[in-house]
């Protein structure tokens, strides 16, 4: 078995995703180490054993030993840190992300890449509200998704080793995208949604409306509570594909509008059905 | 106590909010009629101990014997109804509604009823995504907010009756606003959140994406499962409310994509700073 040679573990970016892989690999008996160059993260991590070992620099014999590397940085930095560090890397080495957009990430980091170590990019559609390994739990995989996006350049080995990770980490269900539908998938169903929950927070000064509001809007705006430096990042790596979900919405919101000011009844009444009969299909899993 | 005189309340319009202001006002032992043309909601509602008394046709003695009346009819035929039959009212009687829309509906009521009876407005923000008195419950009250909606037409004997209306069928917060203000508030925070959602579901084939779907997307389509029917009326007598308030939503939006189109991160990073902010307010409650 493959995994019981990668026993060396190596997290690099040791926040809430990055603890909670730590926290999931640990408990299946791994042993982690972590790099993060926020000090008081690596200590409060050693402290309640999120990790077996930590620094706030790159301690370079643990990279060395490290037989597998899960990078949860922002995207902006973790091309930066692989081409300052990969000349450390073990030969051999599988490294994987949980980068929350893909095209303009695996084709870079896959092109600087050491020949004799080998990156397959990872989506853990996992989260919280919270941030930092404070709040790092890796129950929050259990029901989320997990997309292994592999490129030309992996071979069957990886994407079987990136498998089998969402699989003992306990992910509810396992996929496999490319990298181009990846990232029209998240820019509907994740990047649109959040987009939307803050225009209908910012669009007029709504908070006499406080006392008023009922579940439905709650729902639509819980999400309007965002990490803007992580999100525009996000956002900004993802543009054309989120530009064109977006237009696609503005367009059918658009039709809506015009419809009502019609006062086309069937018109709005065939959108209700075609929508309720499509949710129905998301309520059943 | 103005209730105790009111011991015979006729309930017309027997579904959902019908069901449930029964059940409400049963158990608070008061005598409760009913009249909906569907005679299986009749019978259902007989045979469950919801109302004391029902018919699937206007029964003249149960009108003439009613000492408060709650209207729970679609807007349409609400107006008609009280056309047809307010010649059996009772002097001094008391009526209030549970419309989800209000200025086209509390002026016409007003302008044609006797001048021996008062109607008073009312919104219960509550509800469930299934239909019928089948389904009535008098606990979702409970977390919602119930909206007395007066004019100048009413004395302050209706009001006060109005609200402990709501009061003893246990809402949580009660709130008085004109219809002006009440249809402006309903189609933020009500519809144009429904509109929204039934567009994600329609602006796109989605059904394949229903593997990745997380809890955002979910959250925000819950309620794109939606009765065409009410919905399209309520949008249609609301229409101008609705409008000016989908404008100034596609306007936002429209704005937050021309930031990302222009790579504006700071401007990005503003709006999400602020709905976040805003957001904050919305969760204390």
Redesign the interface.
Known sequence: MEWISRKNILIVGLGLMGGSYARGLKRLGFHVSAIDRDPEAIRWALEHDVIDRGYDHVDETTVRDADAAIFALYPGVFLEWVRDWQHLFKPGLMMTDVTGVKSCVVYDIQAELRDDVEFIAAHP???REVYGVQNSDERIFRD??Y?VVPTEKNTPEAIEWCRSLGRILGFR?I?ELTPEQHDE?IG???Q?????????????D??H??????D???????????N??M???L??MN?EP??RQ?????????R??DM??A?D?EG??E??????Q??????K?
Chains 1, 2 share one sequence.
């Open positions: 559609m996992a989260g989320a998704n997309i269900h996929a998938m509907f169903v994740s649109l949604t959040h987009v939307i929950a803050v225009s209908l927070m910012t669009c007029s709504n908070t409306l406080v006392d008023y509001t009922g439905s809007f709650r729902d639509l705006t819980r999400i309007a509570r965002i803007d430096a999100w525009s990042e956002f900004l543009r989120l530009l977006m237009d696609v919405f503005l367009a059918e919101l658009g809506f509008r009502l000011a006062g009844r709005m009444r959108k209700m059905r075609l929508s309720t499509r949710r129905a299909l998301f309520d899993k």
